[in-house]
Each structure stands twice: as structure tokens, then as C-alpha cells.
């Protein structure tokens, strides 16, 4: 019985670092956005963005742009859904896990700035507050290197 | 009374052009993303962003990235919203308006994500739907070259 | 091929006139409401809500609570979504018919308030922006007697 | 300043309690839900709902209406925004502050629905995520007797 939730725990992690070298890694615009993992569990998620010129909205002030923090709280948001699902459906063959995450997707995103993005370097965390076999709904926050609060997220995600 | 008109017009169009010049030219992530202006009044603008590699979420299907979608509807929404203030807000002096325009930002977003954003070609298209001189509301649209309607936005602006 | 479509017409009639009994008549709130079904099919829903003392928010000027304005538009999201459902699964069993409807329930809901709720008699519209197996999401309007438009809404629904 | 410090809380409460009377005892669809006031300051609001046949959405399996859910937490958002602006405003005049409230209302609502509404008896809870001269954000939550998580609320609010 331990041998085996081990086991599922293992194939678990490796099928999460999959999930994360996917979105860190192989998808171009995060590339671009410079994202880098702190940490990632199916409880919690942590991103770092380093602050760089070509992400500004308001270059006179230096303020991030709007759109870098919604595509960023989105990313964390579909990584802790990820993370979830992947928990919840551990015990299905690798075709069917394969194929829920693929069918993976936002369904909707609501961000509430609540205050500009002045900063060095930004962290997005997420956690899931609603998780089902088809919809599941993660909150997801940004604040700067002195913890200053930027801007809460709420995604809708479509869960295979 | 005509005259004045147009010379409000004028006021109005010349204002308009500076905000479309720091959206689309000033805005280092708007440059980025590779935005250009297609059609800018206070009834309507319209905004083509052209697909390109960097701007992929998914690049084993070519599907455009979540948070690009987000990135140009709210620049839709914003620019909207400002073209809308510009002409409610004609006969203050330039040191008035200069102060509400770089007052004005998005409180806050929803993107409704309906099909995936597959394209050569995107344009996103604005309306404001509620105005005040406080606060206003847009709808956002984007579809790409074939018409397909790819994303709702909704976006909530303080103005000024 | 056309009888076949005519069966499944009636069929299709048949259940959602049975939805429509559930939502109006049968659910207490929407009594106390006061709801009338004005039209329905899958194209559109039109739900008629006169005013009355006890939906007030604000009694001095006479103005409909913004709560009243969100149950509404969530029962207009709710029955154009459950008639699309009814469309799309028509060849399904009663039994597994039965079991989607009874499945279904709004994820998540955004209302705009664009006006004052002021007005006689008010008029609550929605159409279907997706379709899908698991999710579907509707926009929803609300105007009053003379046409104003007092709000809009945005429904995620699952649907079975 | 000490003393003065002493006045303005005396006046804070005062606006307060008016505002708790106007929402509370004169709102007739806040009276018709059944609304009772637990705890009302400017860090937090909690608002208790006993349930009622009238109030159910689904009476087979005795589920809360979900446009109650969404009416208990704006009111619960409004109430929080109101005694916030009160605070920041204590030295205004009493024509001043009594048209701010006046002007105050619901800008935008979202409701995320995690789980179904079981329950006796609901309590809402808000507290404020962004304060500002114009416009204000809260975010809400709705729970049941036995501390069952069944709502998420955000809602942006005019603030006089």
C-alpha cells in the first residue's frame, strides 16, 4: 500500500516536471517573458519574472504592463490545475493522462490590479479553490521583490 | 458654434494621435508584441497583431499565447476608453487632460476565451459601454484573418 | 433524414419546455422574483421581470437591487445554455439526458451595471457565446421598458 | 489629537451605523432575504443568512438560489467599500460625505460558485483588496453553518 501511493507519487512528480518544463521551457512566449520556476507542487506554485525594459507598459514611470501580469497569472493558474489533475488522475494509463492535459485550457481569466507594477522582479503564486473532473478554478497573486501587492487573478480552466 | 465644433474636432483628433502614438510606438511591450493601428475614433478602434513565433503558447499546434490575447484586448480597452475622455473632456486645458489621460489604467480584466487562437493574423476591436468621469467600461473582440471569433474581453478603466 | 429531424424536434421542444417549467415555475426564488418566460429556444431567451416594491435596493429613488439584476441574468445564462445542451444531446437517452440537466450549475458570473436599474417592467436576453461538452458560456443583457440598457452579464455554466 | 483622533472614531461609527441601517433595515430586497447584520468595521464585514424555502434555486436537493449568493456578497462588498470611505472621508463635511455614499454603487461583480449551497444558515464575509479616491475593490466569501466554503465574491465599487 506505501510501495505503491510511492509509486504514485513518483509518477506523479515526473509527470509535473513534464508539466513544468512544458510551460517554462517549451512554450515561446513565456520564453520571451523570461518566467523561471520556484516552485512547484500540487499545492502551491511560484514563479519568478525579472523585470526587463521590453515588459514595461509605462516606460517614463517603469510599470509593468498590464498584459505581462495577466499572461503571467494565467501561467500560474494552468500550472497548479495542472498539478491537481494530474494527482487526481495518476492511476490512468499514460495515453489518458497524456490527453487530459492536452485538452487543457483557460476558459476564462479575471485580474483586479491593485497597484501598479513598479519592481525588480515579480512572483505569480496560485492555489486551486475548485477542482472537478472537467472544470477546475485557481486564485492566483503578484507581488514584487518587497511584497508589495499587485494583482490578484481568478482563472477558469477546462480540466481534460 | 460650427466652428468651434471643428476646432474641438481638431483638439479632439490631435489628442487622439498622442495617445495612439504612446500606445502603439512608446509602450515597449506593445512594440513586443508587434501591434499596429488600423482604425482609431472614439466609436471604434482596431488593433491587427500579426502572428509571429514568440508569441505561441503552444507551439506544437501553433495556437497564439493566452496572455497575448489578454495583452491586446486590454490595449484595445484602454485605447477606447481614452479616445472616449479625449471627447468628453475637450474644453479642459491642455494641463487637465495632459493629467487624466496619465491617470487613466485598467482596474480590472476578463478575457472569455472561446476557441483556440489559431491565425496568421489577429485583430481585436473595441466599444466602451459604459462611460463616466470616473470610471469606465469596454467590451473587447478579437478574431483573426478568417473572421473566427477567437476572444470576449471586458475591461474596467479609471479615467481620470 | 427529415422525419428523423422532426422527431428530434419535438423532442428537443418537449424537453426544454420541461427546463422552462423547472426554472420558472419551479424554483422558489424565481417565484418570489416574480419571473415570466417571454420567449425560448436555443437561439435566444427572453425572461420578463416586473417591478415590484420588495426588489428594491434603493427605495428613495426607486431603483431595482444589483442582486436582483444578477439573478436574473444568471436564470436567462442558465436556460439558453440548458436549451443548447438539450440540441446537441437529443439522440442521448432520457436517463442520460436527464442526468446533464441535472448536472448542470454556473461555475462562474460576471455582471457590468451600466445604468440605474430604474424602470416598470425590465427585460433579461442571453445567447450562447460557447458551446462545448463539458462548459459553455453565455452573455446576457438587461433592459428595461423603454430600451435602456441596464447591465450586462457573462455565465460560465457546466453542462453535464 | 488624541481627542480629535476619539471624535473622528465617534463620527466613523456613526456614518457607519446609519449605512448598516440603510443597508440592512431599509433595503426592501435586503429585508425580503432575510439579512442580519454579525459584525460591521472598516476592516471587516460578516452578514448572516438564515435559509428560507423561498430562497432555494433547486428545491429537490435544497440548494440556495445562486442570484442569493450573488446578492448577499455584493451587499456584503458594498458594506465594507462604504465603511472604508467613511474612514478615509471622517473629515469631510456632513453634506460632503452623505453625497459620497449617495454616489456609491456596485461598477462590476464576479461570482465564483465552488460548491453547492447546502446549508442552514449562510454567512458573508468581505474585506477591502484596493481603496482609492474613486473607485474601491473587495473581495467576498460565503460560507455555511458548518464553515463549508461555497462562494468566491470580487466586486468593484464607485466610490462617491
Known amino acids: 500500500m506505501t510501495e505503491l501511493s510511492d509509486q504514485h ?9 513534464a508539466v ?36 514595461l507598459g509605462n516606460p517614463i514611470q517603469s510599470i509593468l504592463h498590464g498584459g505581462v501580469t495577466a499572461s503571467i497569472l494565467d501561467v500560474a493558474g ?12 495518476v492511476e490512468l494509463s499514460r495515453e489518458e493522462l497524456s490527453k487530459r492535459l492536452a485538452n487543457m485550457g483557460t476558459i476564462d481569466l479575471r485580474i483586479d490590479y491593485l497597484r501598479p ?24 497573486e503578484l507581488h514584487n521583490q518587497d511584497n ?6 481568478t482563472g477558469t480552466y477546462l480540466v481534460g
Open 148 to 153: 508589495v501587492h499587485i494583482a490578484f487573478g
Open 117 to 140: 507594477g513598479f519592481g525588480e522582479c515579480f512572483y505569480a503564486t496560485a492555489e486551486v479553490i475548485r477542482t472537478g473532473n472537467k472544470v477546475a478554478v485557481a486564485r492566483m
Open 9 to 17: 507519487q513518483k509518477r506523479s512528480d515526473k509527470w509535473r516536471d
Open 20 to 55: 513544468a518544463q512544458t510551460f517554462i521551457h517549451n512554450m515561446p512566449f513565456n520564453q520571451l517573458l523570461g518566467l523561471e520556476l520556484v516552485h512547484y507542487d500540487a499545492q502551491r506554485v511560484e514563479i519568478k519574472l525579472p523585470m526587463q525594459k521590453k515588459l
Open 78 to 89: 494552468g500550472m497548479i490545475v495542472a498539478a491537481c489533475a494530474i494527482e487526481k488522475n
